[in-house]
């Protein structure tokens, strides 16, 4: 079975982001893990909604806690830092959906805010959706 690929419609305006994430804490996000990384299926995002700079321990506690309350084995391939988070608008979609924004040229392209990200895979079977059906998925947290 193979998903079918969301569909942008539109990007969120610097200022409908800002908007959008005002009483948002976070936003985590699973999606299929490349085929060859078979012990960790899972790709997770986990978007904060804070540009600040956060203390590595403090971080370490953070992952620990999602980890407790989703129930996500050992992380690999982490990346914890500062990273630009632009939003897609899709009319399948009930809210946008958070890019994590790598390559240069969408960063120029696509309005964003700085966001702590971590990002990394792991395993979950509360995530099925992900690694059973390869959908991806994402939930906001709210303050």
């Not at 948002?24 to 996000?29: A, D, G, H, R």
């Not at 979609?93 to 392209?109: A, I, Y």
Request: hydrophobic fraction near 40%.
């Amino acid at each position: 079975m193979k998903a079918k690929a969301i569909k942008t419609e539109r990007y969120l305006s610097l200022e409908d982001i800002k908007k959008h994430l005002q009483n948002v804490e976070y936003i985590i996000m699973a999606a299929p893990a490349p085929d060859t990384f078979k012990q960790t299926p899972i790709h997770f995002t986990i978007f904060l909604n804070t540009a600040d700079t956060i203390p590595k321990d403090i971080q370490d506690a953070i992952l620990d806690k999602f980890r407790d309350e989703h129930k996500i084995g050992e992380p690999a391939e982490l990346l914890s830092q500062l990273m630009p988070v632009g939003f897609a608008i899709s009319s399948a979609q009930d809210t946008p959906m958070p890019l994590l924004l790598v390559k240069p040229e969408d960063q120029r392209s696509i309005p964003h805010v700085p966001m702590h990200v971590m990002d990394f895979l792991a395993d979950s079977d509360e995530f099925f959706e992900a690694k059973e059906k390869n959908l991806t998925g994402w939930s906001y947290s709210y303050e």
